[in-house]
């Protein structure tokens, strides 16, 4: 594909300066030309140049009132002043005005070459120094939103869809599983992102004080209402609200909010004035809404008004892929914020990591890795996984002994090659996710997509497993 010429307008009363540049390089660049001020004006949107040689003294409107109306727009195409009159306050208004350099008449051609150059390099390398900052932004906007599996890999392709839409977005998963971060990216994805991101937890907030919370209330409307309130409503005007839990909030208080939601108006407690608002909405829950609707504990006109827009975030027991890209995470975080040098952790600890279910999903790693961090020992992990099975030692002899290694062959604490807890515990694990996952492709005749929904884990852990366990080789 060949790349189109550079194209420079030229605004100019005098014709012979735009015949001089086209015939000196013409090869090098396109050259249009306008005779005053008002048609170059006019130029700019139809041609759609890259740079703009500007000419001061013309007839009608001069150059400094044309580079005046310039940067009035978005983003204009940067400006060479040219003038006969060197006088120095031609220059200064010139610079000030933010024309990129001010060549004098008569010029060489190939001196007004090498200052076209100069300016469009400066140009391009300022590009892309913003477009740089804007990945780095977006990048940023992401930070703690871990995980390249092809079910995260979804997630993210909704909130970028509709973060910058006004709709209503009810983020849905068990707890723990990252429907904050979920929030917070939709508003950091968004227009609003300059403005307030206002969290509300429902569940938190005893219900006789969320309603004054949600929408503030006037002096006198209670006891203790001293002076007029602003609530997180109010506060959160331009931006949005976060109402996390939105399934514990009172039956009572339901109503009022689809008001304010469909009105963008409401009246604080004790107040008769009605407040006007604009707030974009994320919810969240990981109940069951619907059945909440039919025990009569949730509007369902408030729950069609809130689910414009479903995000559904996976448990971590279905994305188990994305547990090595969390530990990295979470290990880096806390060394930095408990200033430690833990190392990363060994495979056969994330071995161990990735046979776990994770009910507490991804708070629950964290918290593991926290301890690990803090305390700099990774094998306390087979400690903690065995706590969080709620599992005494008395039963986890009985299930290790079940996988065909008697109980006391891992209690054998004159043996100290290979009998530790955490790396017996391990390698049976390893052994028997082995032993299932060749069993199920065998019996699928090795169909990845089929043997994964048999297993119950998605298709890219089964992968994962397959290539860690070397079981092509078996096939």
């Known amino acids: 594909m060949i790349r189109p010429k550079t194209k420079i307008l030229v605004i100019d009363d005098d014709p012979k300066v735009a015949w001089i540049l086209n015939e000196g390089l013409a090869t090098k660049y396109e050259f249009v030309s306008a005779r005053d001020g008002i048609e170059g004006l006019q130029m700019i949107s139809t041609e759609k140049p890259d740079l703009i040689l500007l000419d001061i003294k013309m007839p009608g409107m001069s150059g ?183 399934g514990d909030m009172p039956l009572e208080l339901q109503s009022k909010l689809l008001q304010a939601l469909e009105q963008q108006e409401f009246v604080r407690v004790g107040g008769i004035n009605n407040i006007h608002v604009d707030v974009r909405i994320i919810c969240a829950t990981n109940k069951n809404l619907e059945q909440a609707i039919d025990e009569q504990a949730f509007r369902s006109d408030l729950f069609y008004r809130l689910n414009e827009i479903t995000i559904l975030l996976p448990p971590l027991k279905d994305r188990i892929s994305d547990i090595p890209l969390l530990v990295d995470f979470f290990v880096e975080k806390y060394n930095k914020l408990y200033e430690k040098d833990f190392t990363k952790v060994s495979q056969e600890s994330i071995n161990q990591l990735m046979s776990y279910t994770w009910p507490g999903n991804v708070r629950q790693v964290e918290n593991m890795i926290k301890q690990v961090v803090v305390r700099g020992d990774e094998a306390i992990i087979s400690d903690l996984i065995i706590s969080a099975h709620n599992l005494s030692p008395a039963r986890q002899a009985v299930t290790v002994s079940a996988g065909n290694v008697s109980p006391g062959q891992i209690f054998d604490y004159n043996n100290t090659d290979g009998y530790s807890l955490k790396a017996r515990i391990g390698k049976i694990v390893a052994g028997e996710e082995k032993k299932l996952i060749a069993e199920v492709l065998n019996k699928t005749n090795w169909n990845r997509r089929k043997a994964a929904e048999m297993l119950d884990i998605s298709y890219r852990s089964l992968l994962y497993k397959i290539k860690d366990y070397d079981l092509n080789s078996i096939k």
């Not at 031609?90 to 010029?107: C, L, Q, R, T």
């Not at 991101?197 to 004054?212: G, H, M, T, W, Y």
């Open 64 to 246: 400094i009132e044309v580079l005046e109306k310039l940067n009035k727009l978005n983003k204009r195409p940067e400006v060479i002043m040219v003038s006969g009159h060197g006088d120095t306050n031609y220059v200064v208004d010139s610079i000030k005005h933010g024309a990129a350099e001010f060549i004098n008449k008569p010029f060489d051609v190939q001196e007004i070459e090498i200052h076209i150059n100069g300016v469009l390099e400066r140009s391009s390398l300022k590009k892309e120094v913003l477009e740089l900052k804007s990945e780095l932004k977006v990048k940023s906007n992401w930070v703690n939103f871990v995980g390249d599996s092809q079910e995260m890999q979804k997630v993210r392709e909704i909130i970028e869809q509709v973060a910058d839409s006004e709709l209503t977005v009810l983020v849905r998963g068990e707890s723990g599983t990252g429907k904050e971060i979920a929030a917070r990216s939709l508003h950091h994805l968004s227009s609003r992102k300059d403005k307030p991101f206002v969290k509300v937890n429902c569940a938190a907030i005893p219900r006789d004080l969320l309603e004054s919370e949600l929408f503030g209330y006037e002096k006198g409307a209670f006891t203790g209402a001293h002076k007029n309130k602003q609530g997180r409503f109010e506060l959160a005007h331009q931006g949005t609200m976060f109402l996390d839990e939105i």
